[in-house]
Nanobody
Framework: QVQLVESGGGLVQPGGSLRLSCAAS????????MGWYRQAPGEERELVAL??????NYANSVKGRFTISADNAKNTVYLQMNSLKPEDTAVYYC?????????WGQGTQVTVSS
């Protein structure tokens, strides 16, 4: 069974930084793609960042501020978030695509507020 466990969320002031981690129960080499989505209250879930092999993609709203990376030895994917804005407030979900299946973590709350 595949599990994705997020950590690292919390409350941060505007302009601050957070790093989210997503630990996978399987080798991340076994995933076609891994990434991060977020969902704000009353909004649909949206893609934040995706990593496929060595290729990364970002939502326009986070380009230049967020960086996705992977540590294959630790089976962990990270999302480094800098220059955070109040509009980044959301529940952040780790995503893993493996064969024809999609897997999600339980979500971690990120709140950007003064």
């Amino acid at each position: 069974q595949v599990q994705l466990v997020e950590s690292g969320g919390g409350l941060v002031q505007p302009g601050g930084s957070l790093r989210l981690s997503c630990a996978a129960s399987k080798s991340i080499f076994s995933f076609n793609a891994m990434g991060w989505y977020r969902q704000a209250p009353g909004e649909e879930r949206e893609l934040v960042a995706l990593i496929i092999g060595d290729v990364t993609n970002y939502a326009n709203s986070v380009k230049g501020r967020f960086t996705i990376s992977a540590d294959n030895a630790k089976n962990t994917v990270y999302l480094q978030m800098n220059s955070l804005k109040p509009e980044d407030t959301a529940v952040y979900y780790c995503y893993g695509g493996r064969s024809a299946d999609n897997y999600w973590g339980q979500g971690t709350q990120v709140t950007v507020s003064s």
